[in-house]
């Protein structure tokens, strides 16, 4: 075992033409985030030193995905897709004066695990490559080994059929001695079936020259690579299923995970409940003890201990729920703080927005937060008591402990402890309504 600085080269620049899509294909969405997050959030965990994104088809959009997904990691352009090893050439100069593990990963193969990474990481090999006995072996490059490790690997164009009948194959995943690939890489060629230049060929290379070149293998779960639309279906399914069980072995409950669909990083502590049919985008925390009902929709928001949201309860981004807060059906909460202990219990939209503790929002009240061009803050106290069907018209204040009358239309600030009205009086015509129906029955004949 050595420990050596480790950078990450992740290949995402292939179109994936099969998926059928203008999206480049490490843009499509797993478990609630691009492809390429997966192998990005897999390869942190080994803090690495540097991160290189090799990106080509859709380049922009990819490049604006990563940095959101991780703002420390750096791209490379390949603008012709000439092949695997064109494709870390790209990525070299940007690892100038690193000494230690190079890791290639791919930007469309999700599931390969921490372990299995750390692994080829601390490998005492010059070269590791990540092979797996395949089921079917289908076009996958062949790994031809031997007493002292790999040999070579043999793409499957190029392969005859002695070599093809070989069941341990190239995940694709390669560690090498960054020194390693500054001297091999620019000597491998392409001349082979498909024309292109192979990083497959570096183990035969550094083994020419004397380098010790090792396989470590997974299980072929992990090296699962996503080419079709089908095949990122199965994929989803695998990911789920996976967090489905780390949660149920984390403590949570779920009431029926087949129902229960997670993100990538969906964080939810021991003794929290979900209920049937809830859906979580990427970014939430559930604290523990915390509740929630069937059919939730949640994205990019926290829910603190002892809070209970739904059913048909709906948490968009920078949605902060704090302690025992209730969040009833047919509430949608966006950019809003609630305080310890508010209640919101039904049919309300509440954007932009900070509410104090303990406040009670009657039913259908809303935030009226967009004029058409900007958005506007709605702060409400503590201990106040928003009457039903309140429009809130901000930017606007309501103070502590104060209250609306329901149906209000409430466009100026309130102070604390005050009552604020904002509708038309009532007006009561005694026996009216008898007469009314009277004449317009007589008016239609009858
Ligand atoms: C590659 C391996 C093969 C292995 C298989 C595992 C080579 C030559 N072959 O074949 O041994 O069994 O993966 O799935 O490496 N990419 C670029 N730029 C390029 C070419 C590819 O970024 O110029 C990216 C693709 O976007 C993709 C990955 O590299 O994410 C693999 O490329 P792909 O063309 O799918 O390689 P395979 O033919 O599957
Ligand atoms: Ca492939």
């Known amino acids: 075992m050595t420990e050596k600085p480790v950078a990450l080269i992740v290949l995402a620049a292939g179109q994936g033409s099969r998926m059928q899509s203008d999206l480049p294909k490490v843009l499509h969405r797993l478990g609630g985030v691009p492809l390429v997050g997966h192998a990005l959030a897999t390869g942190r965990l080994l803090e690495p030193e540097e991160v290189i994104v090799v990106a080509g088809h859709g380049a922009e959009a990819v490049a604006k995905a990563v940095a959101k997904l991780d703002p420390e990691a750096r791209l490379a352009l390949q603008e012709e897709q000439l092949g695997t090893a064109h494709a870390v050439r790209q990525a070299m100069p940007l690892l100038k004066g690193f000494e230690g593990r190079v890791i290639v990963l791919y930007g469309d193969t999700p599931f390969i695990g921490e372990e299995t990474l750390a692994n080829l990481a601390s490998h005492a090999a010059d070269v590791v490559v990540l092979g797996f006995e ?260 901000a930017p606007v204040r309501v103070g502590a402990r104060a209250m609306t009358g329901s149906g209000s239309v409430i466009t100026e600030d309130v102070p604390d402890d005050a009552l604020a009205l904002g509708r038309a009086r009532q007006v009561t015509k005694p026996g009216l309504a008898t007469r009314l129906m009277q004449a317009l029955r007589q008016k239609k004949g009858n």
């Open 134 to 393: 395949a089921a079917d072996p289908g076009r996958y490059g062949r790994l031809v080994t031997g007493p002292e490790g790999l040999e070579r690997i043999v793409e499957y164009k190029d392969a005859d059929e002695a070599t093809r009948a070989i069941r341990l194959v190239n995940s694709g995943v390669l560690a090498a001695d960054a020194a390693l690939l500054r001297e091999f890489l620019p000597r491998i060629g392409n001349r082979n079936a498909a024309g292109e230049y192979y990083l497959t060929d570096i183990p035969e290379l550094a083994r020419a020259a004397g380098h010790r070149v090792e396989v470590v293998t997974c299980d072929e779960s992990e090296t699962l690579g996503i080419n079709t639309r089908a095949e990122l279906a199965q994929a989803e399914a695998a990911f789920q299923a996976r967090a489905r069980a780390r949660a149920l072995e984390d403590g949570v409950t779920l009431s029926d995970p087949a129902t229960v669909w997670f993100a990538l990083d969906t964080c939810i502590g021991r003794d929290a409940v979900i209920g049937q049919n809830v859906v979580f985008g990427p970014g939430v925390t559930v604290e523990s003890g915390a509740e929630i009902l069937p059919f939730c929709h949640l994205e990019g928001c926290h829910v603190s201990a002892g809070a209970t949201v739904g059913p048909f309860a709906r948490l968009r981004p920078g949605a902060e729920l704090g302690g025992d807060v209730h969040v009833g059906n047919f509430v949608e909460i966006k950019n809003a703080v609630l305080d310890e202990g508010v209640k919101v219990g039904h049919l309300t939209y509440l954007g932009d927005a900070h509410i104090g503790e303990a406040t009670n929002i009657g039913a259908g009240t809303i935030t009226c937060n967009y004029d058409g061009v900007g958005k506007h803050r709605t702060e409400i106290g503590a201990h106040a008591f928003i009457g039903s069907d309140t429009m809130l018209v």
